[in-house]
């Protein structure tokens, strides 16, 4: 058996894992993920068509939304759990066909004539529908299309997995949006036809960046109307003491339900990675025994949490296959899923504290150390005055927003380099996990405005746009013509729907590394740099001088 999968940037030699993941995930897993993104293809051939004839279907829209983010990487990699949904997808496939048959029924129009994944149906147990997802990978359509054609495809395929994992927190929060659940049927269905004509598929591409903001702006808005806009926030990065649980992954309701039912349990609660901004929200923040952060980025934690003496709750994405040193200790809930790690369900967290209570906890305090956080676009544009006239009195020269999704492979110092190269006259914007490399530095101010401004997740490049357009309206000129230089890391699905938006947007000269995507192949990356400017990352100091206009 074996697997076709670079839809992340560590892949095997950059090129492919084609025997195990280096995430971890194994030959069965892959198959049966590419099964469901083939079955969730026929379902949404089904739903896209339904709703041209009024007929929707919530079922199918969350079911398709929540497949499309368990593929993403470092979610689920429960074998069995997939091959649960698997069959789901089946139930679910026949449903949204008969809500489809009887809908056009009666229409006058011609039928479309189902294709493939319309019409798929699973084989019995396991070794059966590892061999269906084994023949729907996407090297058979390498081998039918190229590796142009089917570059583009996946383009648009992890485009959508990234916008519907930010669907889906938004959903938690409880906002949806029914333009939004046609559109990942619409994406679906459009991949569902192999298509192959190159211009049709970059628009379709461009169209994923389109609905990714509307998606990042309804996740904004969840949050914010949840929890408060972020405000600048101080928050400690040295453990106290006392027993401890550690919250990793993105869901703020997940840390939210914790701080809850841990009220009065003499429990203190730190959080990890992209949990870090939860910090700058005050209906979070006011909670005492949330008393810091703890570790830094996701491809740390297997030595973070060996050490870190209590309990672990995994959120989302992000999971590393756990040490056994800590493998009882650690939890999963919502989406996220590791074999042989305890899941719940039902959001009693019960277990987590049971197992922080048991674990010995910090025994003293460490020396203090702080880092910052809540620079979101409220509290940064409620400032832009004050940056304007910095700016106008040749303060500040120039903004680079630093950031993006981290991960272990050798050469993301880049971003570590660079931000300590920055001037002092220059604005750090940062978010997501990247921040990890250099946000417990000390960057200074500018009259008061630190140069680092944690913005938040990676969700939160929303409130990088946001910022970048209220600049550019107090300086009357387009985003392009700003002082403001983005270099960003890219590592999974969330930040390749992220660069969709920032083209979609007409964002140029846009940096990305380590190194480029590779379903990005040279044809496909001549198409970019053409109409955008996209540029691979070089070496610091080289970057750094073109970006400042300055000769290298």
């Not at 007929?55 to 069995?80: G, K, Q, R």
């Not at 192999?194 to 903001?213: Q, R, S």
């Not at 998606?215 to 408060?228: I, K, N, S």
């Not at 101080?234 to 550690?246: E, S």
Request: glycine share 8%; proline share 4%; charged share 20%.
């Amino acid at each position: 058996m074996s697997m076709f999968c670079y839809q992340c940037e560590q892949t095997s030699k950059e090129t492919a894992c084609t025997s195990v993941g280096i995430c971890g995930k194994d030959t069965d897993t892959a198959a049966l993920q590419d099964l469901l993104i083939h079955a969730c293809k026929g379902i949404s051939w089904y739903a896209h068509r339904a709703r041209q004839h009024g007929v929707t279907n919530h079922e199918a829209d969350v079911f398709v939304m929540e497949s499309l983010f368990t593929t993403v990487t470092n979610v689920n990699f429960d074998t069995a759990d997939i091959e649960r949904q698997v069959d789901e997808a089946y139930e679910v496939l026949k449903r949204i066909r008969s809500f489809y048959e009887k809908a056009v029924a009666n229409a006058e129009s011609a039928h479309d004539k189902p294709v493939g994944p319309a019409l798929w149906e699973p084989e019995d147990g396991l070794y059966g529908k590892v061999k269906q997802g084994e023949a729907v990978t996407l090297a058979k359509r390498m081998e039918l299309f190229g590796s142009d054609v089917t570059g583009l495809q996946e383009l648009i395929l992890y485009g959508v997995k990234g916008t519907a994992a930010y669907a889906d927190h938004a959903k938690i929060l409880g906002i949806e949006s029914e333009s939004v659940y046609a559109f990942f049927h619409e994406a679906l269905s459009f991949l569902a036809e192999n298509p192959t004509d190159i211009d049709t598929l970059v628009a379709m591409a461009m169209k994923v960046g389109e609905i990714n903001l509307i998606v990042m702006e309804m996740l904004d808005r969840a949050h914010t109307e949840t929890y408060g806009h972020p405000v600048p926030t101080k928050l400690r990065t040295t453990p106290v003491k006392g027993k401890a649980i550690l919250i990793s992954g993105h869901d703020m309701k997940d840390l939210e339900m914790l701080l809850k039912q841990t009220e009065g349990k003499g429990i203190n609660i730190y959080t990890h990675g992209e949990m870090l901004p939860a910090h700058g929200y005050p209906e979070l923040n006011k909670y005492p025994h949330l008393v810091g952060n703890y570790g830094g980025a996701w491809q740390d934690q297997r030595k973070e949490f060996d050490d870190f003496p209590g309990a672990i709750l995994m959120t989302t994405n992000c999971i590393q296959n756990p040490r056994e040193t800590y493998k009882a200790r650690i939890f999963t809930t919502g989406l996220v899923k590791w074999p042989g790690v305890e899941h719940i369900t039902d959001k009693d967290f019960t277990p987590v504290i049971e197992a922080a209570l048991a674990a010995p906890g910090f025994k003293d305090d460490s020396v203090e150390a702080y880092t910052m956080t809540g620079f979101g676009h409220n509290a940064v544009t409620n400032v832009a005055g004050t940056v304007v006239d910095a700016v106008k009195a040749g303060k500040i020269r120039h903004f680079f927003l630093i950031g993006g999704c981290d991960g272990a492979k050798s050469g993301r110092n880049y971003y570590t380099d660079l931000a300590t190269s920055t001037p002092d006259d220059t604005i750090i914007l940062t978010l997501a996990c990247g921040k990890f490399r250099f946000n417990k530095m000390d960057f200074g101010d500018i009259d008061g405005i630190p140069r680092m401004l944690d913005m938040g997740q990676c969700n939160d490049a929303y409130s990088a746009i946001v910022v970048a357009q209220a600049l550019a309206d107090a300086f009357e000129v387009g985003v392009n013509d700003l002082p403001l230089s983005l270099v960003l890391s890219w590592f999974e699905q969330k930040a390749v729907c992220i660069l969709l938006t920032l083209l979609h947007l007409g964002i140029k000269n846009i940096r990305i590394g380590p190194s480029l995507p590779a379903f990005i192949v040279p044809n496909v990356l001549n198409v970019l740099v053409e109409n955008f400017g996209l540029t691979p990352i070089d070496t610091p100091e080289g970057d750094l001088a073109k970006m400042l206009g300055q000769p290298i």
